[in-house]
């Protein structure tokens, strides 16, 4: 029986003709309604080159299994997301999101745009698609098209108060993804309520052929384009996206790239600021992750609300925003969750929010964030190819453990000092290690011990001679 190793713990994705290919995607199609059984899939798709071919496929496969699908066109993924909730109906996005240009996958949701994981059946979709074992359907589903996108906008739009939106000037960097036709259209919503938001669009139209690289903003070489645009035109703000445009990378007015870690409390502080709905409970609960916690802890904590500590990743994420019924969750890596979008991730609706901050603060952006900058400076993620994940870490643990005040697992190893913190992880996919270090307004004590911990680190590099 054939290895499928396109399977991953949350989603599937894998290199084009060696891990992932049509006759794959049709078997996952096959194995997706075997397994669920559902009336309808709701199918999208990126801008890439491989995806139309690949969502056919998934799409006959589906169709072979007796299930309807609904082909939404090009889309990111959080359009997916709202039409699993909208429409009531499971979804696919065929996506490879920021992976190099020939690498492919899916991202899988139930009706109301539930997460599929390993836990939830994707481990079991994948064992039904290397069998490969599948009867006559007794029908054959039927492929309808469908566009979400007015209704999509509609709801972005919920997010702000048009009156409260004063003139700006913006650079959005689509990267050549999927995210240009959501800015185009939330661009005509804007003028018909006279909202004065101009857009300074850069790689903006979809190219598959990517000709200025993946689009992932979370790569310092992927900011510049972004940063010199900002300058170039005296914007307010520069806004960048990954492939499928799940996340998004804010620019002050100077062009600096904002980590995702201030952006965090930035949108918490904005959430817990809101007049009470009437059928909330007091306090309001935020989601955070364990890399870097302390600016969101207090800005939370000073804001009457609950932080609340989740594992690193959308499925550990977006189980925990349900379980609290939290209004917002967010990631340092860009990802941002609202409950009112289905407990799910936008990559739209954070630089939306902000927007409107600028506009009701009469403030800047980097003034929005300087004083948390200054509060918790941090080393922003610092990633490391090592040979061994388990002994490096449990070295790092054996020099510093002693001192800590507090030792959290939830995600690697969080070690709390007095004046410093810092986070070590394994990636769950690769032998990586990712270092996020924290201080309390001392900015050079956060470098110092962030150069300890690579100090120790260093026997374990992968040597690149």
């Known amino acids: 029986m054939e290895r499928l190793t396109c399977f991953k713990a949350y989603d599937i994705r894998g290199e084009l003709g060696r891990e992932l290919n049509q006759d794959i995607a049709y078997r996952i199609g096959r194995a997706y309604g075997k397994h669920f059984r559902p009336q ?25 299994a007796g299930v309807d699908v609904i082909d939404l066109g090009m889309t990111g993924t959080e359009e997916v997301y709202f039409a699993a909730q909208s429409l009531h109906v499971d979804g696919i996005e065929v996506t490879a999101s920021h992976n190099p240009i020939n690498y492919n996958g899916m991202k899988l949701v139930r009706a109301g745009a539930i997460p599929v994981s390993g836990d939830t059946g994707l481990h079991d979709i994948r064992r039904l698609a290397e069998a490969g074992d599948f009867a006559v359907p007794d029908r054959i589903g039927q492929l309808s098209h469908h566009s979400v996108l007015n209704d999509y906008i509609n709801h972005l739009m919920s997010y702000i108060t048009p009156s409260e939106v004063k003139p700006l000037r913006l650079v959005v960097n689509a990267g050549n993804g999927a995210a240009g036709h959501v800015i185009d259209a939330l661009e005509v919503q804007l003028n018909q309520h006279s909202i004065p938001i101009e857009f300074v669009k850069i790689c903006h139209e979809p190219d598959g052929l990517f000709p200025y690289g993946i689009p992932n903003p979370l790569l310092p070489e992927c900011r510049a384009a972004t940063s010199q645009a900002v300058r170039a035109h005296q914007a307010d703000m520069g806004i960048a996206w990954d492939g499928d445009f799940d996340r998004c990378f804010l620019f002050d007015e100077q062009g600096r790239f904002i980590e995702g870690y201030y952006i965090v409390g930035l949108l918490a502080e904005a ?4 007049p009470e709905l009437p059928h909330e409970s007091r306090p309001r609960k935020i989601i955070h992750d364990p890399r870097l916690v302390w600016n969101t802890v207090d800005i939370v904590t000073a804001n009457g609300g609950q932080a609340i500590q989740s ?4 499925a550990f994420i977006k189980e925990r925003m349900r379980h609290e019924d939290a209004v917002y969750g967010g990631e340092m890596s860009a990802h941002h969750y609202f ?19 600028l506009s009701v603060k009469g403030r800047r952006l980097s003034e929005l964030v300087a004083e948390r900058m200054q509060a918790y ?18 070295t790092v643990r054996a020099v510093f453990e002693p001192d800590a005040v507090a030792l959290d697992q939830t995600d690697g190893i969080s070690l709390c000092f007095a004046d410093w913190r810092f986070n070590l992880r394994a990636s769950n996919t690769e032998p990586v290690l990712r270092l996020n270090v924290e201080s309390r307004g001392d900015p050079a004590l956060m470098k110092r011990k962030t150069a300890e911990v690579l100090g120790l680190l260093q026997p374990f590099f992968v040597s690149t001679s």
Request: charged share 15%; proline share 4%.
């Open 339 to 357: 409950r009112d979008f289905a407990y799910c991730d936008s990559g739209m609706i954070p630089w939306l929010l902000v927007a409107q901050l």
């Open 311 to 314: 594992k690193t990743g959308h």
């Open 40 to 64: 309808a899939v709701a199918v999208g798709g990126d801008v890439r080159l491989s995806t139309p071919s690949l969502k056919m496929a998934l799409a006959q496969g589906l169709m072979d």
């Open 271 to 274: 959430f817990l600021q809101q």
């Open 377 to 394: 400076p941090a080393s922003g993620e610092i990633n490391l190819t090592v040979t061994d994940t388990d002994d490096a870490i449990a």
